[in-house]
T-cell receptor
Framework: EPEVTQTPSHQVTQMGQEVILRCVPI?????FYWYRQILGQKVEFLVS????????KSEIFDDQFSVERPDGSNFTLKIRSTKLEDSAMYFC????????????FGSGTRLTVV | QKEVEQNSGPLSVPEGAIASLNCTYS??????FFWYRQYSGKSPELIMS????GDKEDGRFTAQLNKASQYVSLLIRDSQPSDSATYLC?????????FGAGTRLTVKP
């Protein structure tokens, strides 16, 4: 069964550093998403991406965050100047279509900011 | 603000019983509705989707949608210990899917 692949599975970074989280969506999917889940809390929407541009973003997704699809397979989330409160599980997801399609999630990257 | 509300639980049912999970949402223009299962430390896994008012059955799972009441539910029949997980309600409008906080279900053997 096709999978969404995320790397690394766990990243530890020092406060103030930049991190790049990587995702390879399912190959025939057109829509890509990033979510985060702080330990013990709900899954929070960050951003959706379609046709090489951001289509929706949440209030969490401020200037500290950026997304990119640098080639035909990877989808990245960059977090600049990381803060302690950025520590969370970050999930990438993809879907084949827009409205009536659920998302397939990757296994996540656990980001720990120290 | 697009809110999705769920009872956090925990909900405990005996093996073989029916588990009933509920969700309400605030955005009236929401178009599609999903139930995900999340085991501890794992990513959400899609188990049901529903788009029209009424019931939709898939194996032991039945999703129910009432758009007038802005209410979605999930019934799990013949609950098994392996169903023990957190169940996330998700509501989608355009390209924006929001999750509830989840209901933790425990099925006791």
């Amino acid at each position: 069964e096709p999978e969404v692949t995320q790397t690394p599975s766990h990243q530890v970074t020092q406060m103030g550093q930049e991190v790049i989280l990587r995702c390879v969506p399912i190959s025939n999917h057109l829509y890509f998403y990033w979510y985060r889940q702080i330990l013990g809390q709900k899954v929070e929407f960050l951003v959706s991406f379609y046709n090489n541009e951001i289509s929706e973003k949440s209030e969490i997704f401020d200037d500290q965050f950026s997304v990119e699809r640098p080639d035909g397979s990877n989808f990245t989330l960059k977090i600049r100047s990381t803060k302690l409160e950025d520590s969370a599980m970050y999930f990438c997801a993809s879907s084949r279509g827009n409205i009536n399609y659920g998302y397939t999630f990757g296994s996540g990257t656990r980001l720990t900011v120290v | 603000q697009k809110e999705v509300e769920q009872n956090s639980g925990p909900l405990s049912v005996p093996e073989g019983a029916i588990a009933s999970l509920n969700c309400t949402y605030s955005d009236r223009v929401s178009q599609s509705f999903f139930w995900y299962r999340q085991y501890s430390g794992k990513s959400p896994e899609l188990i049901m989707s529903i788009y029209s008012n009424g019931d939709k059955e898939d194996g032991r799972f039945t999703a129910q949608l009432n758009k007038a009441s802005q209410y979605v539910s999930l019934l799990i029949r013949d609950s098994q210990p392996s169903d023990s997980a957190t169940y996330l309600c998700a509501v989608k409008s355009n390209n924006d899917m929001r999750f509830g906080a989840g209901t933790r279900l425990t099925v006791k053997p």
